[in-house]
């Protein structure tokens, strides 16, 4: 298995604008998490999915951050407008489940300008 | 009191010594912890978990838990210039489906 794929790799975008963070799970996994890192706060997370529902949004910042799961090998994390404390690293990881260790793509690093 | 609790560092030991990285949870149901290594612009690894209370000794890593004190540590020996990295706990919440919550993690530089 190729482990959890992450696109795009760098996004550098105008404050504003959409980004779209996307993410491809390890097959049969079914937990994904979204997590964002900052020198400042550390790894947070985001939102928790497992079998493609939603858990846990409480550590999506404000309503400018939207995720999916449409299904099992495909999610998104998409910010609307894009502000530069956005900046960030992005990280997906997935995970067989509770009490399991997650593994984690190579994430995203997110400048927005 | 934070969920995951990890002193920041730095930790600076010397190439040979023992490196020992601390970490407390808030939440008494978690049953599983984990152990992450992350270097300088890379994704975190797992290289530990544990979650029986007691130690688990892999190579050079050892990992200890007492759950009645809420506390989990990992021991590095002979610790090796490789080693330099920032060392994540995790802890998964029970009462909230699981979600995996980390410390802040704890900065390593061993010193050749």
């Known amino acids: 298995d190729a482990g959890v794929i992450q696109s795009p790799r760098h996004e550098v975008t105008e404050m504003g604008q959409e980004v779209t963070l996307r993410c491809k799970p390890i097959?049969?996994?079914?937990?994904l998490f979204w997590y964002r890192q900052t020198m400042m706060r550390g790894l947070e997370l985001l939102i928790y999915?497992?079998?493609?529902?939603?858990?846990?949004d409480s550590g999506m910042p404000e309503d400018r951050f939207s995720a999916k799961m449409p299904n099992a090998s495909f999610s998104t994390l998409k910010i609307q407008p894009s502000e530069p404390r956005d900046s960030a690293v992005y990280f997906c990881?997935?995970?067989?489940?509770?009490?399991?260790?997650?593994?984690f793509g190579q994430g995203t690093r997110l400048t927005v300008v | 009191q934070k969920e995951v609790e990890q002193n920041s560092g730095p930790l600076s030991v010397p190439e040979g010594a023992i490196a020992s990285l601390n970490c407390t949870y808030s939440?008494?149901?978690?049953?599983?912890f984990f152990w992450y290594r992350q270097y300088s612009g890379k994704s975190p690894e797992l290289i530990m978990f544990?979650?029986?209370?007691g130690d688990k000794e892999d190579g050079r890593f050892t990992a200890q838990l007492n759950k009645a004190s809420q506390y989990v540590s990992l021991l590095i020996r002979d610790s090796q210039p490789s080693d330099s990295a920032t060392y994540l706990c995790?802890?998964?919440?029970?009462?909230?489906?699981?979600?995996?919550?980390f410390g802040q993690g704890t900065e390593l530089s061993v010193k050749p």
């Open positions: 999915f497992n079998n493609n529902v939603p858990i846990d």
């Open positions: 995790a802890a998964p919440r029970q009462n909230q489906g699981g979600k995996l919550i």
């Open positions: 544990i979650y029986s209370n």
């Open positions: 990881a997935s995970s067989l489940g509770r009490n399991t260790e997650a593994f």
């Open positions: 939440d008494r149901g978690s049953q599983s």
């Open positions: 097959s049969g996994h079914n937990s």
